[in-house]
């Protein structure tokens, strides 16, 4: 990694300033008696020292809360009892009812399946056991350890194994991309891509070295796709060297065993040959064996010690909720890219892992704040002023556009009939099902999983239409052709947009007056009560269109669920 003519002292001094850089933060904040939302509006707060957004009306809060904590609007009856209920504290009670709920584990699954997997094709077991681990209420430092070092003997979270197998696919004739693995666990699990540093010192970020990715790489070469088991599972060959590489531009011999990122390189240990394994292969199974000393269960085991690891999740939690990461892009972490808030950031990382990497305590913590609770409106001191300086101060609410899972279930939400069609449960469903007993069982297990697989190839026909592409992070959603052809053309949506037994446009249907017409409308799809104006408007596209009514109130339905206000979440 360095030049032979580079003084032994400064290489000393630049890997000391890194290590001061990690370092920063480490003191744990469990003896504060204040709770951890309220340190966060204040570190928010003290450097701004002037006007911010006031507190969201209650539909903007409720309905953000909705869409962040199970991933889609509350129904008609939902929102309408929480903006008619005069409580002080009902907001804290929604939001633990929410974080109580099924709904929650399975948002945050599919929050961490497309965070994880970034749109690349899913399977049931990794699915089964994101759900499963969340809803248990697993440590990330937990999870991030099964993942990191699955156990494939372990029938509840061998699932895990999903992230690193579905990475070592092979595609055409192309070799197992191991940089592609390298770059994402780092990138996803640290916050530092560090795919420029494969053959050389990055040339823009000073503080990734070829070391720490080729470090990193020792850890993931040896490993393979099992090919003796029907589910997803890692083989490792036997490490008894380290990684030699050079620097493209110095041409020096080096070498590194197992590194995780500008830590300390792990020692690789070797036995006398015969006892390399605690179980020794088995060829005529296929079964590569288990190794006395495995990268990956180091790996494993070091990750949740790394600053980084606490600072990385904590910094994509808060992008859940807040819309920005404290550091952005989210996997940038260096001391060129400082965050936008670093003493928060070392507080919010200190914090979950003095909690023991509790995220459903640390979402509840975020949801809390008052900075969470602003309005997205900017106030008028503010409209003249750099939007994205309002953004990264958190002075407003950060408005996000709706990922496809919330867009569709929003949508599903808003259309269906008086209650709610609850697809987040027969997704979930999908992959607990038990066997059935008796033939009335089995009737309904196959009706249900009829049903089911409509709305998992409904799912896949929305991704297809707003997702983004695959291997890439997901952080924002643009505006494309191909999302407003298909809102505009979908066999399927449009169907929706039919009045059929007692959905949203049979509902509208059955109104006499107008101002009835659009509290159905507006409170079922915007989760708010109309403005005169929007009611004046309505009355008179009714009024236009009274020969065909169903026509009309579909239309206005189709108006909403495209409008930008469906399409965000404030």
Same mark, same amino acid.
């Given at each position: 990694?360095?030049?032979?003519?580079?003084?032994?002292v400064?290489?000393?001094?630049?890997?000391?300033?890194v290590?001061?850089?990690?370092?920063?933060?480490?003191?744990a904040?469990?003896?504060?008696?204040n709770?951890?939302?309220?340190? =966060?509006?204040?570190?928010?707060?003290?450097?701004?020292?002037?006007?911010?957004?006031?507190?969201?009306?209650?539909?903007?809060? !409720?309905?953000?809360?909705? &869409?962040? #904590?199970?991933?889609?609007?509350?129904?008609?009856?939902?929102?309408?009892?929480?903006?008619?209920?005069?409580? %002080?504290?009902?907001?804290?009670?929604?939001?633990?009812?929410?974080?109580?709920?099924?709904?929650?584990?399975? $948002?945050?699954?599919?929050?961490?399946?497309?965070? #994880?997997?970034?749109?690349?094709?899913?399977?049931?077991?990794?699915?089964?056991? /994101?759900?499963?681990? @969340?809803?248990?209420?697993?440590?990330?430092?937990?999870?991030?350890?099964?993942?990191?070092?699955?156990?494939?003997?372990?029938?509840?979270? $061998?699932?895990?194994?999903?992230?690193i197998?579905?990475?070592?696919?092979?595609?055409?004739q192309?070799?197992?991309?191991?940089?592609g693995l390298?770059?994402d666990?780092?990138?996803?699990?640290?916050?530092?891509?560090?795919?420029?540093?494969?053959?050389?010192d990055?040339?823009?970020?000073?503080?990734?070295k070829?070391?720490?990715?080729q470090?990193?790489?020792?850890?993931?070469?040896?490993?393979?796709?099992?090919?003796?088991?029907?589910?997803?599972?890692?083989?490792?060959?036997?490490?008894t060297?380290?990684?030699?590489?050079?620097?493209?531009? =110095? !041409?020096a011999?080096?070498q590194?065993?197992?590194?995780?990122?500008?830590r300390?390189?792990?020692?690789?240990?070797?036995?006398?040959?015969?006892?390399?394994?605690?179980?020794?292969?088995?060829?005529?199974?296929?079964?590569?064996g288990?190794?006395?000393?495995?990268?990956l269960?180091?790996?494993?085991k070091?990750?949740?010690?790394?600053?980084?690891? $606490?600072?990385?999740?904590?910094?994509? /939690?808060?992008?859940? !909720?807040?819309?920005r990461? /404290?550091?952005?892009?989210?996997?940038?972490?260096?001391?060129?890219?400082?965050? %936008? +808030?670093?003493?928060?950031?070392?507080l919010?990382?200190?914090?979950?892992?003095?909690?023991?990497y509790?995220?459903?305590?640390?979402?509840?913590?975020?949801?809390?704040?008052?900075?969470?609770?602003?309005?997205? @409106?900017?106030?008028?001191?503010?409209?003249d002023a750099?939007?994205?300086?309002?953004?990264?101060?958190?002075?407003?609410?950060?408005?996000?556009?709706?990922?496809?899972e919330?867009?569709?279930?929003?949508?599903?939400?808003?259309?269906?009939?008086?209650?709610?069609v609850?697809?987040?449960?027969? #997704? $979930?469903d999908?992959?607990?099902?038990?066997?059935?007993?008796?033939?009335?069982?089995?009737?309904?297990?196959?009706?249900?999983d009829?049903?089911?697989?409509?709305?998992?190839?409904?799912?896949?026909?929305?991704?297809?239409?707003?997702?983004?592409?695959?291997?890439?992070?997901?952080?924002? +959603?643009?505006?494309?052709?191909?999302?407003a052809?298909?809102?505009l053309?979908?066999?399927?949506?449009?169907?929706? @947009?039919?009045?059929? %037994?007692?959905?949203?446009?049979?509902?509208?249907?059955?109104?006499?007056?107008?101002? !009835?017409?659009?509290?159905?409308?507006?409170?079922?799809?915007?989760?708010?009560?109309?403005?005169?104006e929007?009611?004046?408007?309505?009355?008179? +596209?009714l009024?236009?269109?009274?020969?065909?009514?169903a026509?009309?109130?579909?239309?206005?339905?189709?108006? &909403? /669920?495209?409008?930008?206000?469906?399409?965000?979440?404030h």
């Amino acid at each position: 990694m360095w030049p032979g003519d580079v003084p032994i002292v400064f290489r000393r001094i630049s890997i000391l300033s890194v290590f001061a850089w990690l370092a920063v933060g480490t003191t744990a904040y469990a003896d504060d008696p204040n709770p951890l939302h309220e340190r =966060i509006d204040d570190l928010i707060q003290e450097p701004l020292k002037a006007v911010v957004a006031g507190p969201a009306s209650d539909a903007e809060f !409720m309905r953000r809360l909705y &869409l962040d #904590l199970i991933g889609r609007i509350p129904s008609r009856t939902e929102a309408s009892e929480f903006l008619n209920d005069a409580s %002080s504290n009902k907001r804290t009670l929604l939001i633990d009812r929410l974080m109580a709920s099924d709904d929650f584990p399975d $948002r945050l699954a599919n929050v961490l399946d497309v965070m #994880l997997m970034e749109r690349m094709e899913g399977h049931d077991e990794w699915r089964a056991y /994101l759900r499963a681990a @969340l809803k248990a209420n697993r440590p990330w430092h937990v999870m991030a350890g099964e993942i990191a070092s699955p156990d494939s003997e372990n029938e509840a979270t $061998r699932g895990s194994a999903f992230f690193i197998s579905k990475r070592l696919e092979k595609y055409g004739q192309n070799p197992t991309d191991y940089p592609g693995l390298v770059r994402d666990f780092g990138r996803l699990f640290l916050g530092v891509d560090l795919q420029c540093a494969q053959c050389h010192d990055h040339l823009f970020v000073d503080d990734y070295k070829q070391a720490d990715y080729q470090g990193l790489f020792a850890f993931f070469g040896p490993t393979s796709i099992r090919r003796d088991l029907t589910y997803p599972a890692i083989a490792e060959k036997l490490v008894t060297d380290k990684v030699a590489y050079k620097s493209v531009f =110095i !041409m020096a011999d080096e070498q590194t065993g197992p590194r995780l990122p500008f830590r300390e390189e792990i020692e690789v240990q070797t036995f006398p040959k015969g006892e390399e394994y605690s179980q020794p292969p088995d060829g005529k199974t296929r079964f590569p064996g288990k190794l006395k000393f495995s990268p990956l269960s180091e790996l494993g085991k070091r990750l949740p010690d790394h600053p980084l690891f $606490r600072k990385n999740i904590a910094n994509r /939690l808060w992008w859940v !909720m807040m819309g920005r990461g /404290l550091v952005t892009p989210l996997d940038q972490h260096h001391r060129e890219n400082p965050a %936008s +808030h670093p003493d928060l950031l070392n507080l919010l990382g200190d914090e979950l892992s003095v909690r023991d990497y509790d995220m459903r305590w640390f979402l509840r913590e975020l949801a809390l704040t008052r900075a969470y609770q602003r309005s997205s @409106l900017i106030p008028e001191p503010l409209q003249d002023a750099d939007a994205n300086g309002n953004l990264s101060t958190y002075q407003i609410a950060i408005e996000k556009p709706l990922s496809t899972e919330q867009f569709l279930f929003s949508v599903v939400q808003a259309v269906g009939d008086g209650e709610a069609v609850d697809m987040q449960t027969e #997704l $979930r469903d999908s992959a607990e099902d038990v066997e059935s007993t008796t033939e009335e069982e089995a009737i309904v297990r196959n009706a249900s999983d009829a049903l089911r697989e409509q709305l998992t190839e409904l799912k896949a026909r929305f991704s297809k239409a707003i997702a983004g592409p695959p291997r890439q992070p997901e952080i924002d +959603h643009q505006p494309s052709v191909k999302a407003a052809l298909f809102l505009l053309n979908d066999d399927v949506l449009l169907r929706w @947009l039919e009045p059929d %037994s007692d959905n949203l446009v049979a509902r509208l249907m059955i109104q006499d007056e107008p101002q !009835m017409v659009a509290d159905e409308l507006y409170l079922t799809v915007l989760s708010r009560f109309p403005t005169d104006e929007e009611v004046t408007d309505l009355a008179d +596209h009714l009024s236009n269109g009274s020969d065909e009514r169903a026509k009309a109130c579909g239309q206005l339905v189709w108006g &909403l /669920l495209a409008s930008t206000e469906f399409c965000v979440n404030h």
